[in-house]
């Protein structure tokens, strides 16, 4: 079975200062792993997806994840934090076994101080 | 395009009434998924549709909660009778066919309390 661990349900980062939210992955098959982002008191957005076409994606908003298949990592970054950037932020991976189903990580609120 | 509609965004009942949320996905999207967001469990598959015919309803915690999509463009989350348990907020997300790899598209999401 596919499934996503989220390591850190709370992150600060200090304004202007990088952005590193951790995802790892569980899967047999070559998985497609999204980043979805959830500003308060709203439902969520895709932020960005690895579909095998590059390891290096980049997303909305400044934001990137590096596929590492050694790692089974799909971290998610930013170099620099602005104040917008305060919300929870979930991982999730799409099932491949013929039912489409997304499993989502428990999450991580982003606090950014200035 | 609107992007997924839900109703309503707050419902405050009591424990043993009906509860209904509404949800209009995104013209053209053939799949439809009802999830459940809770500080203790996150995000919780409820039940998805394909073509308007449920596929996996696994995730549906118990016979109290039952879900129906009559057509296209609408689709119903029935809870009856409610429990004060089942105070979360729904999310119905969209997307269009084709692949393991597209992008679901949430709705704002139901806020239910359940007294």
């Known amino acids: 079975a596919q499934s996503v661990t989220q390591l850190g349900s709370h992150v600060s980062v200090s304004e202007g200062a990088l952005v590193l939210l951790r995802c790892n992955y569980s899967s047999s098959v070559p998985p497609y792993l999204f980043w979805y982002v959830q500003y308060p008191n709203q439902g969520l957005q895709l932020l960005l997806k690895?579909?095998?076409?590059?390891?290096l994606v980049k997303g909305i908003n400044g934001f990137e994840a590096e596929f590492k298949k050694s790692e089974t990592s799909f971290h998610l970054t930013k170099p620099s934090a602005h104040m917008s950037d305060a919300a929870e932020y979930f991982c999730a991976v799409s099932t491949t076994s013929g039912t489409y189903k997304y499993i989502f990580g428990t999450g991580t609120r982003l606090k950014v101080l200035a | 395009d609107a992007g997924v509609i839900q109703s309503p965004r707050h419902e405050v009942t009591e424990m043993g009434q009906e509860v209904t949320l509404r949800c209009k996905p995104i013209s053209g999207h053939d799949y439809l998924f009802w999830y459940r967001q809770t500080m203790m469990r996150g995000l919780e598959l409820l039940i998805y549709f394909n073509n308007n015919v449920p596929i996996d309803d696994s995730g549906m915690p118990e016979d109290r909660f039952s879900a129906k999509m009559p057509n296209a463009s609408f689709s119903t989350l029935k809870i009856q009778p409610s429990e004060p348990r089942d105070s979360a907020v729904y999310f119905c997300?969209?997307?269009?066919?084709?692949?393991?790899?597209?992008?679901?598209?949430f709705g704002e999401g139901s806020r239910l309390t359940v007294l």
């Open positions: 997300a969209s997307r269009a066919g084709g692949g393991y790899s597209g992008e679901l598209f």
């Open positions: 690895y579909t095998s076409a590059a390891t």
